[in-house]
Nanobody, 119 residues
Framework: QVQLVESGGDLVQPGGSLRLSCAAS????????MSWYRQQDPGKERELVA??????????VYVDSVKGRFIISRDNAKNMLYLQMFSLKPEDTAKYYC??????????WGQGTQVTVSS
């Protein structure tokens, strides 16, 4: 059974830091590109925040507003994906989801973890 379980979301003050984690199981993690998405409003589309290649060799941050503040990484030995977030802003408030995407075009989602940035 495929599972992606996010954790690490919290209420944090502006300027603070958080590290999100995504624990993967039930599929060959090391063969999948992984991404973090966020959804700031239930009525809005999920936004691709950052992606990392299956071997961890290449990572890309897609959202201009988080470049230089967010770092995506993975540990294939532990089947874990991470998103380190620094200098958090209120506009980073969202539910963050991890996604696995394979060369076979299979895509898996976690249930999300809430990040709230507020004083």
């Amino acid at each position: 059974q495929v599972q992606l379980v996010e954790s690490g979301g919290d209420l944090v003050q502006p300027g603070g830091s958080l590290r999100l984690s995504c624990a993967a199981s039930g599929f060959l993690f090391s063969a999948y590109a992984m991404s973090w998405y966020r959804q700031q409003d239930p009525g809005k589309e999920r936004e691709l925040v950052a992606s990392i290649r299956s071997d961890g060799g290449v990572s890309t941050v897609y959202v201009d507003s988080v470049k230089g503040r967010f770092i995506i990484s993975r540990d294939n030995a532990k089947n874990m994906l991470y998103l380190q977030m620094f200098s958090l802003k209120p506009e980073d408030t969202a539910k963050y989801y991890c996604n696995a995407f394979g060369s076979d075009l299979r895509s898996y989602w976690g249930q999300g973890t809430q990040v709230t940035v507020s004083s």
